[in-house]
Each structure stands twice: as structure tokens, then as C-alpha cells.
């Protein structure tokens, strides 16, 4: 069963413009949400995160918005560039060893 | 943030053979997770080891074919053995700070011939 659902698959932004990245889980009991971000070869590096007890959080260009009641979070990167071309990843942490449940990857390209 | 390294950072091995896998933090740990991402997909968790006891697997995955190794809170090791082409995947080591997040290693691309 898959507890983290992720769209869209690939992604094509213009420079300069919002790349949307959106995920749902099931679990309720999962207390943690980060963004990984993987280019290819490296390993996934973690980008931002929130708590179910926040609505939104901004680092830079990058924002998590999160909806509890209805169980979705997502990821708007502004003013999007080629570098972030890259694979996104959502997750969730939960269960006996708070473990990550992630997503099943969006491909990010940014066209110059 | 932790600073993980595994090595080898990637290998090319024969049907039939074992690869044990390193995986080095620069700081003492409890938990440390162990994952596979098969070519152009998510990551899916294989196991977690605790030191001082025996790992915890993930449905579809064993003991025998992915033994680890968790002698201290700095260090740990995944063996992939009895390797098919199936087996060919990233291998990443994973530890978890639970105020910041968890952290990857650069991971292990294992190709199987």
C-alpha cells in the first residue's frame, strides 16, 4: 500500500516561473514532511521540512504548504531556474523506528 | 547536518557473488536506515539498524539476502548477496536527526551482471 502518493510525474517550467509539486498521505500517525531534492548520481538532499502544527513554511524560494484535514502537502518553488532541475522527492516520517515514507519522485526541468 | 559516506560508491559485480557495502557517519547515531532506489524510482527502505541489536526488515526483504552489520553508532554495513541483475539499484545509508531531518549518504550504484 502506498502511503505517500506524489504528482505530477515530470514537470516542465519556464525560467522564472512556479514549479508546483504536490503529495497526499494516508497515516495520520506520520508527525514530519521533508523535500528532497536528488540529482543524478548524488544522493537525495534534504530541502525543507514541516510539522503538522504549521500551515506553511518558507525557506528562500522554496515553500511547503501544508493541509492538514486534508491530508496534502505540497512544494512551490518561485522564480524556478535550470539548477533546480532535479528530482523531487515528498516524504513522511512515522512508524516503530520513525522511519521515511517517500513519494514516488517528480522530475523537475526548468528551460532556460 | 550528519556527514555520511559509503563506499564503494559503486561496483560492478558478477551473478551469484556478495557485496558488503560501508556506510561511515561523522557522529554518534542510534538508528540507521539502509535504502534501495532502483533505476528512475523512489526510494524504498530496506532495513534499520540499531547498534547492539539485530536489524529491523522492511516486507520483501531478508536477512539472508541483505545481512547488516551495526557494531557501533558510527558505522554499519549492508551486504547484498546471492546477487541476480535484479539486485543492480543505488544502495544509500540513512540517518535520521529527529530535529533536523534525515540525511543521505552519496550511495552505492551496484550494477549486476
Known amino acids: 500500500q502506498q502511503q505517500v502518493k506524489q504528482s505530477p510525474q515530470s514537470l516542465i517550467v519556464q525560467k522564472g516561473g512556479i514549479s508546483i509539486i504536490n503529495c497526499a498521505y494516508e497515516?495520520?500517525?506520520?508527525?514530519?514532511f521533508p523535500w528532497y531534492q536528488q540529482f543524478p548520481g548524488k544522493g537525495p538532499a534534504l530541502l525543507i521540512a514541516?510539522?503538522?502544527?504549521?500551515s506553511e513554511k518558507k525557506e528562500g524560494r522554496f515553500t511547503i504548504s501544508f493541509n492538514k484535514s486534508a491530508k496534502q502537502f505540497s512544494l512551490h518553488i518561485m522564480d524556478s531556474q535550470p539548477g533546480d532541475s532535479a528530482t523531487y522527492f515528498c516524504?513522511?516520517?512515522?512508524?516503530?523506528?520513525?522511519?521515511?515514507?517517500f513519494g514516488s519522485g517528480t522530475q523537475l526541468t526548468v528551460l532556460p | 547536518s550528519a556527514v555520511i559516506s559509503q563506499k564503494p560508491s559503486r561496483d560492478i559485480c558478477q551473478r551469484g557473488t556478495s557485496l558488503t557495502i560501508q556506510c561511515q557517519v561523522d557522529s554518534q547515531v542510534t538508528m540507521m536506515f539502509w535504502y534501495r532506489q532502483q533505476p528512475g524510482q523512489s526510494l524504498t527502505l530496506i532495513a534499520t539498524a540499531n547498534q547492539g541489536s539485530e536489524a529491523t526488515y522492511e516486507s520483501g526483504f531478508v536477512i539472508d539476502k541483505f545481512p547488516i552489520s551495526r557494531p557501533n553508532l558510527t558505522f554499519s554495513t549492508l551486504t547484498v548477496s546471492n546477487m541476480s541483475p535484479e539486485d543492480s539499484s543505488i544502495y544509500l545509508c540513512?540517518?535520521?536527526?529527529?530535529?533536523?531531518?534525515?540525511?543521505f549518504g552519496p550511495g552505492t550504484r551496484l550494477t549486476v551482471l
Open positions: 540513512s540517518v535520521e536527526d529527529w530535529v533536523k531531518g534525515g540525511f
Open positions: 516524504a513522511a516520517r512515522g512508524g516503530s523506528a520513525r522511519q521515511l515514507t
Open positions: 514541516i510539522r503538522p502544527d504549521v
Open positions: 497515516n495520520t500517525a506520520f508527525d514530519y
